[in-house]
């Protein structure tokens, strides 16, 4: 049963389009989507122990420590409703964190059997950060231009309000930019040598993208 689980992992910098395909994919599919940096968000919000751990490595664009996020992920993976798979998203983003992922899945019998990467030229992401407007409530995002919500300022699916990030400035993505080539693309490279990793030009319009992305998946449930 386990071994016929359906686990994803979503890559890409920052403002791919990786949270927007995500929720696509997970309600396409009913496996969950965990969302590290929506995860830390929430603890954030709800002031927890780790949430004030996290709050300044979040506020300066560094990548919160391996052992919190692991830990943190590694109990979201272990709820009932990840027992058939699951969607990461923004999770791994070290190498140390692709191993800890492996381990677990594998404990439970389980294996990644696909990597997505969205591609985006680095110089469209400042631009796409700069223009991303998240629900306080859901963390859904909106682009002006690209997705408008219906109703200025108000989330489209459950009427929350929407705000600008604080690491979406411009000094923030630039820094967030420059760990993701640092400790990310080791793990993009990590899940090209297995041989797992399929390549998604995210420039396209966000149902195109969708449309590539969902196309891939079903062509890995055709195989297994
Ligand atoms: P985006 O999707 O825009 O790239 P996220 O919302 O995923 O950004 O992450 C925001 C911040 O949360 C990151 O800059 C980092 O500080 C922290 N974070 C999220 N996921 C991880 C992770 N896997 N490891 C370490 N830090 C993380």
């Known amino acids: 049963m386990a071994a016929d689980a ?12 990786k949270g927007t395909q995500a929720r696509r994919i997970s309600a396409r599919y009913g496996i969950p989507h965990i969302a590290s940096g929506d995860l830390l968000r929430a603890h954030r919000q709800q002031d927890t ?15 919160v420590p391996d052992d919190l996020v692991i830990t943190m992920i590694v109990e979201r993976m272990r709820r009932p409703d990840a ?3 699951v969607l ?5 983003r070290t190498l140390a964190q692709a191993k800890a992922l ?6 439970e019998g389980r294996a990644l059997k ?13 631009d796409r950060a700069a223009n991303r407007w998240t629900c306080r409530t859901c ?39 420059k760990v993701y080539i640092q400790d990310t693309v080791p793990v993009v490279e990590y899940y090209r040598q297995q041989g797992i990793l399929q390549e998604i030009d995210g420039r396209r319009a966000i149902n195109d993208v969708a ?10 449930r055709a195989r297994a």
């Open 211 to 220: 449309a590539a992305v969902l196309s891939e998946i079903s062509a890995l």
């Open 83 to 85: 027992a058939h798979g």
């Open 88 to 92: 990461l998203d923004g999770f791994p």
């Open 49 to 63: 122990e780790l949430g004030r751990q996290a709050k300044s490595y979040m506020e300066r664009g560094a990548l």
């Open 114 to 126: 696909l990597a997505i990467y969205l591609e985006v030229p680095f110089e469209d992401l400042v």
């Open 6 to 17: 359906l686990d994803l992992v979503l890559l890409g910098p920052v403002g791919a389009g």
């Open 139 to 177: 963390q859904a995002t909106y682009n002006y231009r690209v997705n408008p919500p219906r109703v200025h300022g108000v989330c489209d699916l459950d009427g929350g309000q929407l705000y600008q990030r604080d690491d979406d400035r411009l000094d923030v993505v630039s820094e967030r930019i």
């Open 102 to 107: 492996d381990d677990e899945l594998t404990e």
